[in-house]
């Protein structure tokens, strides 16, 4: 690199300071965002594989719900596990949803126990609480050594039927 030698009146003060200065810094920021652009290329598509995650998230367990408010509608949709498993799917129209279980409970009016046989409840009514657990995998698109290729992420609703 060829050296310009000051003379006159820039080899006093400041001016001949910040010449200095300037000779030795060529190239000092391609070098830093060199070192840097891949640290923030990391950041950006981690924080973009934990967005994917939490939509997949939040898809299952509205998916979830939306079976559980179709089932709970009345004892008829109650019992209709394909409808509920249906109304899970089509509320996930964005994410391929595994097994979708339908279960149900029942208890009686006053508290205590019972079987969901009719003659569980003499004193009081029975009551059927209606439990739909969805699922789906997640496999992030980034892979790192020491997690898991693929995720399976759950979600849950559980309501009262409407009677």
């Not at 830093?32 to 967005?51: S, W």
């Not at 004193?123 to 290729?149: A, D, N």
């Amino acid at each position: 690199m060829k050296r310009t030698k000051l003379s006159g009146w820039c080899t006093a003060g400041p001016v001949r300071k910040r010449w200095s200065r300037i000779q030795g810094e060529h190239g000092g920021a391609l070098i830093e965002t060199a070192l840097a652009m891949p640290i923030f290329l990391v950041l950006l598509l981690g924080a973009a594989e934990f967005g994917m995650a939490s939509y997949a998230a939040v898809e299952v367990e509205n998916a979830a719900a939306a079976g559980v408010q179709y089932g709970t509608q009345s004892p008829a949709y109650d019992a209709d596990t394909t409808g509920i498993q249906t109304a899970a799917t089509n509320d996930a129209p964005n994410i391929t949803l595994g097994t979708t279980t339908v279960s149900h409970t029942c208890i009686c009016s006053n508290g205590s126990a019972s079987t969901c046989l009719s003659t569980d409840c003499s004193t009081s009514h029975m009551e059927t609480i209606l439990k739909v657990q969805t699922q789906t995998t997640f496999t992030p698109g980034m892979k790192v050594p020491g997690f898991p290729s693929s995720f399976t992420i759950y979600g849950q609703a559980v309501q009262k039927v409407m009677e």
